[in-house]
């Protein structure tokens, strides 16, 4: 067997996580929200992630057990050759009944705020979802290792499906996010958004991408425009 | 083709200064490149962008691909 | 610089380049790491294409990246091969087609596009003299380069003068005969800034001790037009510069130094309107022999003595013409 040409002990030993929050669900209060499927918007809002070019770099697509996760990442799987995997790991953080609009935004603030005491009766923690979803990172990362290519490597990367409380809550603990931050990650979430992790040996975990940054991942002008003549600011 | 294969001594005493800068600049053939319509700011085409309804095709070198690299 | 061609040689990137994208060049060295919106969202571009979260054997961006206005990559890549080239492009329409196909439902207010205040302004001189560069190895008696691209390469860049240096590079009084020597600052940023020998890379600045002579004179040929507004001018003069260049190569972790140098003779013909207070035509040739080597002019296999000529000649109006000179965030480009 030829040597190889590059000693593979001097190669970075990165990877990288592409968070996924699902497309928008059609509500519907007389099943459970983990029941829920993509609504006509979000099934076209997951088409639309196939333009993504970003994916391109997954060679894992993963999402939680609920159908809107699994839904907003098939057609990019499908591009590539490759089936979503669902885990339990990646599921929404556990939560009860059917909540008002209000109610709901209070309690999703308590599990922020106060992430190792149930928001409301049968909720799960923040703490909890944070380590249960981090399991599954980690324990997921090692079938993801670097890609060596002629000239450079790109760390090994793979996509997750999942719901916005959860990824918050993962990623505040994974970052040290204070609560404004967190709460920043949460008002910045879109349906569907993205958002990119890195790890690398003996370095803090980076976030690449936040979500947010990429808008309406999917749309042509994201929502950008140009002021029209006369417009103030 | 220039037919010396030395630098005159004396290059104002020639007109052949333009043939000196005639054989240095690029050929049409070699800049083939600046037939597209470049920006060269990356904010500006993003401005154009917008009001085109179009892509943005970014050329990204290590030195300036319309200049020195 | 000969992967530049390649790339485009085939007519139908050019076409598609030109005609459903907006296409934008610029340096990806300060635009990778500039702190401001424009680094911020070439770095979200960046990161998401082909060379994401590269740090081996270099961290450089550098390719070409098909992307939506909002920072959403369509597809990237860093090849000179024209078809794959041809197939990216085509790749980010379809792409931008599934966009475009399908409305954003999301109903949120647009945003504008953010005022961009950059970290480094641009030092653009309007009103001023643009120059071109090109530089290329002249014909030599006796040629042992190798047969590769080195022995065909050749390099531009761009030169920026104020409106005021233009202006005083015309002699006074605006008669014939009349001359005078340029500007120092004019002579000074020729010698160290553009008399490089950039055939083959980018080699760095000449320190100011490195020029050995430096004249460059301006005399007026003829002064016609309509009120004797059109004077036309020859410049002659000679530059030398010599230096023992001394840098760290870290690929090898060793000390390294060479020397070099660059004995150009200088001749010229240009117009300068007065109504205009503009040239409109310029050309320069600096030519002659040039020797050495030093870091990242790629010349160890070909130390001369070996004739170098670097044309000046007036830059167009195209956007393409604001190109900025290689080394204008030198701090010394514009005076000390």
Known sequence: ?233 | MIETTAVPDSIADMPTFRDFIAYVRPKPDEIRWLDVPWQTDLWEGRRLALQEGKPIFLWAMNGNPLGCT | MAGRAQAFSDPEVIRLASEQFIPVAENCSPLQRQRDAKGDFFRLIAEQGHYAGRTFPTDTRQGYYAFTADGTLLAARNSRDPRQMEEMLHTALRRWSVLADTDDADGSAPETLPDYAPARPSRYPEGGLILQLAARDLPRAVDTRKDDWRKSAWNLDYAWFSAEEARAIVPQPRLPGSRQQLPREVIRRLARFHLRDFVRGEPPVWPEEAIRDAELESAILEVAGDERRLVRLALHGAVRLEWDWRWHDRQRDEDRHAESGFDAALYGEATWDESRGAFIAFELLAAGPRWGTGQYNNRADDLGPAPLGIAFTLAGDEPRDRTPPHTIYHPDYFGR
């Open chain 1, 1 to 233: 067997m030829a040597a190889p040409l590059v000693d593979p002990s001097v190669l970075p030993q990165a990877s990288r996580v592409i968070l996924v929050r699902h497309a928008r669900p059609r509500v519907n209060p007389a099943r459970p929200a983990r029941e829920w499927e993509l609504s006509p918007e979000g099934r076209v809002a997951a088409r639309r992630l196939t333009a993504v070019a970003l994916f391109e770099h997954a060679d894992g697509f993963y999402a939680g057990p609920e159908p809107k996760m699994s839904a907003t990442l098939a057609d990019v799987a499908a591009e590539r050759g490759l089936l979503v995997q669902t885990d339990p790991s990646f599921a929404e953080s556990h939560a009860e009944g059917w909540l008002d609009a209000a109610t709901f935004l209070a309690t999703v603030g308590r599990f922020i705020t106060a992430p190792v005491r149930p928001a409301a009766a049968g909720w799960e923690t923040a703490a909890e979802a944070a380590a249960r979803f981090a399991a599954g990172i980690e324990r997921l990362r090692p079938d993801h290792g670097p890609v060596v290519h002629p000239g450079h490597v790109n760390p090994g990367a793979f996509a997750v499906a999942s719901g916005g409380r959860v990824l918050t809550a993962y990623l505040s603990w994974l970052l040290g996010h204070t609560t404004e931050q967190a709460f920043q990650t949460w008002r910045a979430m879109r349906m569907p958004d993205v958002a990119v992790v890195e790890f690398s040996p003996d370095v803090a975990p980076r976030l690449v991408i936040p979500f947010g940054l990429l808008a309406s991942p999917g749309a042509a002008s994201g929502g950008l425009r140009l002021p029209a003549t006369g417009d103030a600011g």
